[in-house]
């Protein structure tokens, strides 16, 4: 999920409220808190609890709520699980480490001591894209043995080495790639964890639901369906910018400010967006016909008051 800022770039917390009910509304069955899309990078260790708190809240019972985010600091990623634990999370999403590039035996450990920090179930999550660092095939056949890592959010795409780690673990898979969510689905993933469902959840409840009955006709229209809104999501700028673009210029979030360095949409950017929401049909609780997007709102990056934690 997102995490609404105020135009000077504190977060929204009522804005938050409003936007975990109705994406729990429009058939989400968890949310992630303070996740890559979260901006996670730029929070505050307190607010990233206060999120999670504010998602149990709100969410009472019909979500579950998965803290996110991680650490490239294996002690630091610990803190931060015992703390969510503490205020309620029920899963924890961690990156690998990032920046640093472990060597596979480090990415072991890193996720074996957080894992061993809590109770909480783990969803390893693996972007090599922005990491440097994948968890290798033999790696996720060890960390598959710890009892508290249950899942993988795949954003490798590696379809292959998916249909590998399926076949010789337990382990849940959970597509982290917008535009593979149904091939992901098709070859054992049991959902996903993306960015576009922030603007549009009811269709991948559709699709979920679809593959799960066997009805692969109703799943690959809402795919395509999708096709459009997720290339105005996830290929101009990063997800979290145009999500919160879409989301403002629909009325849904109070303003689309982004915390530097992340700034937003420049105008050519945000003519491509709004050249491929133009392409928008027939996606079940989303209208698109009084989208008032603002590029002025979006202008730039906010300095928050409190830098964050995350090193």
Known sequence: ?????????????????????????????????????????????????????VGKDVGAGRAKIITGGGSNETAHAMQLARQSEKAGADGNLVVTPY?????????????????????????LYDIPGRTG???????MLRLAKHPNILAVKDAKGDFSEVSRVLNQTDLLYFSGDDANVLPHLAIGAVG????????????????VDAVNAGDLATATAAHKSLEPLVRAIMTHVPGTVAAKYILHGLGRIGSPRVRLPLVGPEEWEAAQIESEIDLVRDI???????????????????????AGTTR
């Open 99 to 123: 920046y640093n590039k472990p060597t596979q035996a480090g990415i072991l450990t890193h996720f074996r001591m957080i894992a061993d920090a809590t109770d909480l179930p783990v969803i």
């Open 1 to 53: 999920m997102v995490t609404p800022f105020t135009a000077d770039g504190e977060v929204d917390w009522p804005g938050v409220e409003k936007l975990i009910d109705e994406l729990i509304a429009g058939g989400a069955d968890g949310i992630v808190v303070t996740g890559t899309t979260g901006e996670t990078s730029t929070l505050t260790d307190p607010e990233k609890i206060r999120l999670v708190e």
């Open 133 to 139: 660092v994948p968890i290798k095939y033999d790696t």
């Open 284 to 306: 079940p609780g989303l209208d698109f016909k009084n989208f008032r997007p603002d590029r002025n709102a979006a202008a730039g990056g906010a300095l928050p008051k409190v």
């Open 192 to 207: 996903l964890i993306g960015v576009t469902a922030n603007v549009a959840p009811a269709p991948y409840r559709v699709i």
